[in-house]
């Protein structure tokens, strides 16, 4: 059974960790992937997790669990991850030279799965978390993908990119690439 957000659920920064975390209940906390230089400074307030929180949370789930490709406790890392970065991240520029251009133009979405494709031909599978006419903020799925020879992103790792350089869509009945997570 997934976790369901309840009223009790709130966000903090653990310093000493480094972290933002979610306070579950009293013995339960979850770390997310997010370290100070990389949140808003609001982040770094407790602040209860929020109905729009919990919202953002299901839709996510639901993305995630139509595609089947995940165990459920990477599931709900997965999405207590992508609502903290849709939440707290500061913004960023756009870093597209490490992906090659898609062949067309797609119609790029938020909650959406799809494939980067670095210029050494890794393909790194995405979840979309915020997009605008230009550019998307994806949050990488994968264990790892080397982006280039001295570069690397991790799993729940953050990028934006243009548009132009989503390669496809990942489809329901796609395995991950690479090492394996599920």
């Given at each position: 059974m997934?976790m369901?957000p309840?009223?009790?659920w709130?966000w903090?920064?653990?310093?000493s960790?480094?972290?933002l975390?979610?306070?579950?209940d009293?013995?339960?906390?979850?770390?997310?992937h997010?370290?100070?230089?990389?949140?808003?400074?609001?982040?770094?307030q407790?602040?209860?997790?929020?109905?729009?929180?919990?919202?953002?949370?299901?839709?996510?789930?639901?993305?995630?669990?139509?595609?089947?490709?995940?165990?459920?406790?990477l599931?709900?890392?997965c999405?207590l991850?992508?609502?903290?970065?849709?939440?707290?991240?500061?913004?960023?520029?756009?870093k597209s030279?490490?992906?090659?251009?898609g062949?067309?133009?797609?119609?790029?979405?938020?909650d959406?799965?799809?494939?980067?494709q670095?210029?050494?031909?890794?393909?790194g599978q995405?979840?979309?978390?915020?997009?605008?006419?230009?550019a998307?903020?994806?949050?990488l799925?994968?264990?790892?993908i080397?982006?280039s020879?001295?570069?690397s992103?991790q799993?729940?790792?953050?990028?934006?990119?243009?548009?132009?350089?989503?390669?496809?869509?990942?489809?329901t009945?796609q395995s991950?690439?690479?090492?394996q997570?599920?």
């Open positions: 997934l369901q309840r009223q009790g709130r903090y920064f653990d310093e960790a480094d972290r975390c979610v306070a579950l009293d013995d339960m906390h979850f770390k997310t997010f370290r100070r230089k990389q949140l808003c400074p609001v982040a770094l407790s602040q209860p997790f929020s109905t729009d929180d919990a919202k953002e949370y299901h839709q996510i789930l639901e993305v995630l669990l139509a595609y089947r490709l995940l165990p459920q406790p599931l709900v890392q999405a991850n992508a609502v903290a970065a849709k939440r707290f991240l500061l913004p960023t520029m756009p030279w490490f992906f090659t251009p062949a067309a133009l797609l119609n790029v979405h938020n959406l799965l799809v494939e980067l670095c210029l050494s031909g890794a393909v995405f979840l979309v978390l915020e997009t605008t006419e230009q998307c903020l994806c949050m799925l994968d264990d790892s080397a982006l020879d001295s570069k992103m799993m729940f790792d953050c990028i934006k990119v243009m548009n132009d350089r989503v390669v496809g869509y990942v489809s009945s991950f690439t690479g090492s997570i599920a």
